[in-house]
């Protein structure tokens, strides 16, 4: 199968290219696992313009029937892109990791981004077992529980404040000497010594643990002292890498992996190439911007087909 | 039809927290393949706690049962698979 777009992603990105698509009446398929994009998880969404109080789930809901009441768009979920090619001269040839393959003449990368881990000894093998990386959902399962919370950007004051209605005590580690977040989050959080302690300029080494995690040795950074916490629940929140890799061959990125486009009209170094949103190396990683620039980018694909054809 | 048949010959298990949204993603699409399933709660039941975290070696939420496969997390086309659903 052939077509003129394929859109990879499912979050606001993604689903505001398929919509602009559909209505410029361009071949489009979408692919994504799941519709909503990384604020799926979140509690609410305050600053979904147009809409003063949404949850993830509620936002990823509207997304996902918005693109679906399109005609003429197509629509795979449940799979991903798992490599990307040179089809001919000017196109390209995707193939999901459940097999499938779908040719196209322009490509739009929304693929946002993930988790990024720690990289210290234990941490992947003591993963879902004490490490975790989506505290709003498991953060229920730490009740009455010592934990620690990697990262004092606004996801890891978060995820501290999530934990103040279960566990016992809540150890925030930052590798700086003052808290990134949010002032109205980082006020709760100060306000609560008895349950949270933060401790500054520290770096984790190692996650221990056997079948369950025990605990952590960090470093403090202004005297090398090498510490140990004992906790049963570690919540890593130290930022997101770009799910960039699949075009790795073709373009530009930078050195923290993001695409890096032209901010006008979101095209990538790779003619037939573009990309949108967290992927990017857009300043603000934001839903609504993401918006905005999966439309620039498919307004710009489409001149882009128009011209082609010609 | 043929799903509640295949469903009731594979007793289906969802372990959640109030706060799981791959739970509730789960959930949907159960309730889309008329796939009936025990919901159980992990955050109140400290039991089912136990029965979960000693069948999947993990804490994470959901973990889905199907018949005696334990499936970590939510996977639409692998555990559709083990529901024989397309």
Not at chain 2, 65 to 70: L, M, R, Y
């Amino acid at each position: 199968m052939t077509y003129d777009l394929i859109i990879l992603g499912g979050g606001p990105g993604g689903v505001a290219a398929g919509v602009y698509a559909a209505r410029k009446k361009i071949k489009t398929l979408l692919i994504t696992d799941v519709f909503g994009g990384q604020s799926l998880v979140s509690d609410d969404i305050q600053n979904w313009i147009g809409t003063p109080l949404i949850s993830g789930f509620d936002l990823a809901k509207n997304l996902e029937a918005h693109v679906r009441s399109q005609e003429g768009i197509d629509i795979r979920e449940g799979d991903l892109a798992a490599r990307v090619e040179r089809a001919n001269e000017s196109g390209f040839r995707i193939q999901t990791q459940q097999g499938e393959i779908f040719d196209t003449r322009a490509l739009l990368l929304t693929t946002g981004s993930r988790h990024r881990k720690l990289g210290v000894p234990g941490e992947k093998e003591l993963e879902g077992k004490g490490v975790v990386y989506c505290a709003t959902c498991d953060a229920p399962l730490f009740k009455g529980k010592r934990v620690a919370v990697v990262g004092g950007g606004n996801s890891g004051l978060e995820a501290v404040v999530d934990l103040f209605s279960y566990a016992l005590k809540v150890y925030l580690l930052h590798r700086r000497d003052s808290l990134k977040g949010d002032a109205v989050t980082r006020e709760k959080i100060e306000n609560n010594p008895d349950q949270a302690t933060i401790l500054y300029n520290v770096g984790v080494q190692e996650i221990r643990g056997d079948k369950w995690v025990t605990g952590l040795t960090y470093k403090d950074n202004k005297t090398g002292e090498v510490r140990t916490l004992d906790v049963e629940g570690i919540f890593v929140e130290i930022g997101s890498s770009p799910n960039s890799e699949i075009v790795a061959d073709f373009v530009d990125r930078n050195k923290y992996g993001e695409i890096v486009v032209d901010p006008k009209t979101q095209r990538s170094s790779f003619s037939g190439i573009w990309a949108a949103g967290d992927v990017t190396d857009c300043f603000y990683k934001q839903n609504n911007i993401s918006v905005g620039d999966a439309v620039k980018a498919v307004l710009n694909i489409n001149t882009f087909l128009h011209n082609s054809n010609a | 039809m043929v799903n509640q048949k295949i469903a009731s010959d594979n007793r289906v298990t969802l372990y959640t927290t109030p706060t799981c949204v791959y739970c509730k993603i789960a959930k949907e699409f159960f309730r889309k393949h008329n796939i009936s399933f025990r919901e159980v709660d992990v955050f109140a039941d400290l039991d089912a706690r136990e029965e979960m975290f000693s069948k999947s070696h993990q804490m994470g939420v959901p973990v889905i049962e199907i018949g005696d496969e334990i499936f970590v997390g939510f996977d639409r086309a692998i555990v559709a698979r083990a529901l024989r659903i397309s």
